[in-house]
């Protein structure tokens, strides 16, 4: 990693012209284009090499929560996840952006209890949950909100479980502490890029910049990771697999990933990220995709992600899941149909 926040700025002005953003989604009401989302996708393969693009390969991105299996390399690297018997439910938890449902925040509560830890302990700030029932019961309750509801406990609880093993100091999402310097290192490997500085994510913890193409190499190289290869392959088998045997802990109902590894006809791994940011794993056709939305919209990085899956062929157009993501209906209040949405044609 070359340097800080104030790189990511000058990242993109080196190499001479850019290629600029596409088109993705669209918007229509009634006979009229209303909006449009643009942004830049990449497929690898398992070579690293490029399979499809859509826009700007190297444009310079901060891949937000989709790296989340980046992050949890070392943890199962190091021994960590064995020597506290982690299962593959908290595997998946380490790489989620979850809802804060019950099922979420009892899981996570449980792994720090085992730890000999607590809330306290964690680093990510306090967060409304995002799971109506869990919102509803802190309003009338009148408590506020703490740090296991943020959406990201379940990845600083892998932080700390990598940090008991290592026997680091409290404050695991400096830059410089052994924590984020695996995380730097296992980053740059499977991007095979080194990053040229990072941004603090929501979650306080650093957020390593690549480019497009960069990260859907990494994927490409989950997908293609096989278990007993080396010590790092097979901690990318363990992460994909309890990801995709545990789609509810990594996001929650009514979520794109959730819903899409549902949907599926053969098993994928899906991961979101703020910011438009999407990144799928598909192991059996050892691809890997990154997308980035410019304007960091969810609904156009929804849209596209599942668009992509369908030209893959790993998803059924007319899937109830497929259509509520891809081509929603746009209703008004009262229930008339107002317009749609769809993905470019470009993508499919």
């Not at 190499?15 to 643009?38: C, D, K, Y």
């Not at 901690?235 to 996001?251: D, K, Q, W």
């Not at 599926?264 to 995709?289: C, D, H």
């Not at 849209?303 to 899937?319: F, M, Q, S, T, Y």
């Amino acid at each position: 990693m070359k340097g800080g926040i104030g790189e990511i700025s000058r990242v993109r002005e080196r190499g001479g012209l850019m290629t600029a953003s596409v088109l993705m989604t669209e918007l229509w009401r009634g006979p009229l284009l209303e909006s449009m989302h643009f942004g830049d996708a990449v497929i690898c393969d398992a070579s690293g090499g490029i399979v499809d693009a859509w826009g700007d390969p190297q444009k310079a991105i901060l891949p937000r929560s989709a790296v989340k299996m980046i992050q949890a390399l070392p943890m199962i690297e190091s021994g960590a996840a064995d020597a506290f018997g982690l299962s593959d439910e908290r595997l998946a938890l380490a790489c989620a952006s979850h809802q804060a449902a019950h099922a979420h925040t009892d899981r996570v509560t449980a792994w720090l209890g085992d730890l000999g830890l607590a809330e306290p302990d964690l680093r990510c700030g306090p967060q409304m949950p995002h799971d109506r029932q869990a919102f509803n019961e802190l309003i009338i309750s009148g408590d506020k909100p703490c740090q296991i509801h943020n959406n990201c406990s379940g990845k600083h609880s892998g932080f700390l479980t990598l940090n008991r093993h290592l026997g680091g100091g409290p404050e695991y999402i400096e830059i410089d502490h052994p924590v984020q310097k695996a995380c730097l290192e296992a980053f740059e490997s499977v991007t095979r890029e080194d990053s040229p500085g990072y941004g603090i994510d929501g979650c306080s913890a650093p957020n390593f910049i690549t480019t497009l193409h960069g990260m859907a190499r990494a994927m490409a190289w989950f997908a293609a990771a096989t278990e007993g290869a080396d010590v790092r392959q097979t901690a990318a088998v363990r992460l994909r697999n309890a990801m995709m045997a545990h789609p509810l802990l990594v996001a929650g109902e009514k979520r794109a990933c959730t819903e899409l590894m549902r949907a599926v006809s053969e098993p994928v791994a899906l991961k979101t990220g703020a910011e438009g940011v999407f990144a799928a794993i598909l192991p059996t056709l050892r691809l890997g995709i990154a997308l980035k939305i410019a304007d960091g919209t969810t609904r156009a990085s929804n849209c596209a992600i599942a668009a992509l899956l369908v030209r893959i062929g790993v998803l059924d157009p007319d899937h109830p899941t497929t259509i509520k993501f891809m081509t929603p209906p746009i209703k008004s209040r009262r229930g008339f149909l107002a317009g749609h949405m769809k993905p470019a044609d470009t993508l499919l």
